[in-house]
């Protein structure tokens, strides 16, 4: 059949109505048909940006007509539209003047992975922490109602399973409490990245899939008091407490209007025209009013939306070239040997490539998984990230020692604290940027009272693509103050498994151990952990007039410089510090007092770091500063730091051996030159 027209020209591909679309105004023509097939569209565009380049996926896809209905409502920037975590936020930043920069998305120099305000006046705020938008709407709008800056209506999309995060309710409990007249959108899909858990998750799990529970408040009053035998009457006698207890099990909204937030819902929020007229009847309410709607993660795309939970968190994210023609892509086919290929070819194509070395989070995993079955005392718990920190295969093999507590580090960390008085041995697996959310309860309810809970913190140090947000750059810094804390970082995987061994063993308070994302560094995994002294760091090699003392993936970057200084005629020593927190206080003290240069290298910030540990122990070891080593601190820099590859970042912000090499030699060359530079 033949692709062209009579005429012998080519069909013209029909003009996509987002094309039309350069901002939010451009929505204002559109009637709902129109905005359902734009809502689609935008869809498209996703799917086969996305598939190509990698990013947030399923999330995007629920809220395509979401996005589109709330931008054909509201006037934005003027009208708030604030999207809790971001990473459902794709629409937006298609229909906010973005669509032609969406392949730049999470890459170095591209747009930002979550909404960012120095991105574009449409992000009104910056999240890529979950639970937090409906606080900045009621500050947002509360500071509206005072005559400070120009009034508009304010709009919090936040998701069920962000709902599970305490903040979340401090934030409606305000509202209520102020009769704050916002709209807060609850994208219901049943998930977050894993599976939601908890009561919140059965309850909005008990109405969403049984639309005969879809009653308002009045209709169940009505329904009680029609009761049969009798019953309805004596129910009005007994009076409105059991009334409101059978309502609140009926009625889905009872929760929120309890809290004296006016409840709509469930609404399709797939359907626009629906959306449309229950968010402009929203928008007309003089007080809060929380829009219930039930979306897919991964509407559109068969794998996801189709393949359940277990699809659905898949495709939370999609790796680069992982679709194609909008289906997901088939995997690379095995090339056969052929007769005329030549010795060395068949050689290569006969022999298996090289194992890729473990990520750091499978081997947490796996040692995690060990020690479980070792020692009933042994817990694991997560914060909703259960695939994330690897906990997801402890939950699967000793099931009975594994806890997810939702989107709620602070419940996390108190519940461990509840577990570690009992005697148990609770595992906080807790990537080092949320951990952050929980520092109060490390301060005062494990650190003060000495508690035998264990952190492992994940995804410490520069994490990539998702960028500041996610960085973790501060947890050396956060916890070092702390009295009570022990504080590790492996230098590779082998020491990550004799790490955790050590924090379950240790029974004088609370223990902290901090890993980076991804690939490991390939040594043989130990066949029996062992315990390492605390406060006790290694020295690895030993040379002279310099000594390179990392901290974590920092001893890595040591030992690359180490060799690049080693080709200039400089032979270092390099060593291991282990400990932060208690610091290797004999190692210190004889690295800076043989050698001229004393280099600290961690992937924190400096202020408080490791090199702030060194360096206030040196000066208050030596009374001369003439008598110890200059100490120079490598490490992240005081800003924060884009999104990107790692490896890129690393660069740019001078982490890497070769930049440390230059920042040794040049530091030498001020009071000696090297001797064949």
């Known amino acids: 059949m033949s692709d062209q027209n009579s005429d012998g020209a080519k069909p013209t591909q029909p003009e996509r109505l987002l094309d039309r679309i350069d901002g939010p105004r451009d929505l204002k023509d559109l009637d709902d048909r129109q905005l359902q097939q734009l809502a689609q569209e935008v869809r498209e565009l996703i799917i086969d940006v996305i598939g190509e380049i990698g990013g947030h996926f399923g999330a995007n896809l629920g809220t395509c007509e979401l996005a589109v209905?709330?931008?054909?409502l509201l006037d934005s920037p003027k009208d708030k539209i604030l999207w809790d975590v971001g990473h459902q936020a794709y629409p937006h930043k298609v229909l906010t003047g973005r669509r032609d920069r969406l392949n730049t998305i999470r890459q170095y120099q591209g747009l930002a992975p979550f909404c960012s305000i120095f991105e574009s006046e449409h992000d009104i705020m910056g999240a890529g922490h979950a639970s937090t938008s409906i606080g900045y709407a009621v500050g947002l709008k509360e500071a509206m109602r005072k005559g400070i800056g120009e009034d508009g209506h304010v709009v919090a999309v936040i998701g069920d399973g962000a709902l599970t995060g305490g903040v979340a309710y401090e934030a409606l409990h305000n509202a209520g409490g102020l009769e704050t007249p916002i709209v807060i959108v609850l994208n219901d899909n049943g998930m977050s990245i894993s599976p939601n858990v908890g009561a919140l998750a059965r309850y909005f799990q008990r109405f969403r899939l049984n639309p005969k529970l879809y009653h308002a408040r009045e209709d169940v009053e009505e329904a009680l008091t029609k009761l049969p035998l009798g019953l309805g009457t004596r129910l009005e006698r007994v009076g409105p407490e059991l009334k409101s207890a059978i309502k609140a099990y009926a009625a889905p909204g009872l929760m929120f209007e309890e809290l004296d937030l006016a409840y709509m819902g469930v609404i399709d929020g797939h359907d626009v025209a629906a959306l449309r007229r229950a968010l402009s009847n929203a928008m007309k309410a003089q007080r809060p009013v929380v829009v219930h709607i039930h979306t897919v993660k991964g509407k559109g795309f068969a794998p996801a939306e189709e393949g359940g939970l277990e699809g659905m968190e898949k495709w939370h994210a999609a790796k680069p070239k992982s679709i194609v023609n909008r289906q997901p892509a088939d995997a690379k086919p095995v090339m056969p040997v052929k007769e005329s290929d030549s010795p060395e070819k068949i050689e290569k194509l006969e022999k298996p490539p090289p194992p890729s070395p473990p990520q750091y989070t499978a081997v947490f995993a796996d040692a995690m998984v060990a020690e479980a079955k070792r020692d009933r005392r042994a817990i694991g718990i997560t914060a909703a990230m259960a695939g994330g920190t690897g906990?997801?295969?402890?939950?699967?093999?000793?099931?009975?020692?594994?806890?997810?507590?939702?989107?709620a580090e602070q419940d996390a960390v108190?519940?461990?604290?509840g577990l570690a008085l009992q005697g148990a041995k609770p595992v906080c697996a807790i990537y080092s940027t949320f951990l952050q959310r929980?520092?109060?309860q490390i301060?005062?309810?494990?650190?003060?009272?000495?508690?035998?809970?264990?952190?492992?913190?994940?995804?410490?140090?520069?994490?990539?693509?998702?960028?500041p947000t996610h960085h973790g750059a501060f947890d050396v810094?956060?916890?070092?103050?702390?009295?009570?804390?022990?504080?590790?970082?492996?230098?590779?995987?082998?020491?990550?498994?004799?790490?955790?061994?050590?924090?379950?063993?240790?029974?004088?308070?609370p223990i902290a151990f901090r890993y980076p994302r991804g690939a490991a560094e390939g040594v043989p995994l130990p066949d029996r952990p062992k315990e390492i002294p605390i406060g006790k760091g290694e020295l690895l090699t030993e040379g002279d007039r310099v000594a390179l003392l990392g901290y974590g993936y920092g001893v890595q970057v040591a030992l690359r410089a180490a060799g690049i200084l080693g080709g200039q005629g400089l032979q270092v020593t390099v060593a291991d510090g282990r400990f932060a927190k208690p610091l290797d206080e004999e190692l210190v003290r004889r690295l800076g007092r043989e050698h001229e240069l004393l280099v600290t290298i961690?992937?924190?910030?400096l202020p408080g770091g490791f090199g702030s540990a060194v360096l206030e122990h040196l000066e208050d070891s030596f009374a001369d500063p003439a008598a110890r080593a200059r100490v120079m601190r490598v490490g992240l820099p005081d800003r924060y730091v884009a999104h990107g590859k790692p490896a890129l970042l690393r660069e740019e912000v001078g982490f890497t051996g070769e930049a440390v090499a230059e920042r040794v030699l040049s530091a030498l060359r001020v009071e000696a030159p090297v001797a064949g530079s």
């Open 69 to 72: 209905s709330l931008h054909s």
């Open 443 to 467: 301060v005062h309810d494990v650190c003060l009272q000495s508690l035998n809970v264990v952190f492992a913190m994940d995804r410490a140090g520069l994490v990539g693509d998702d960028g």
């Open 477 to 509: 810094s956060y916890f070092r103050p702390l009295p009570n804390v022990v504080l590790m970082a492996p230098r590779d995987e082998a020491m990550l498994v004799h790490m955790l061994r050590t924090a379950l063993a240790h029974d004088g308070g």
């Open 414 to 417: 108190l519940f461990a604290s």
């Open 438 to 440: 929980a520092f109060d």
């Open 602 to 605: 961690e992937e924190n910030v």
């Open 391 to 407: 906990l997801n295969k402890l939950c699967k093999e000793v099931p009975e020692q594994y806890y997810d507590v939702g989107i």
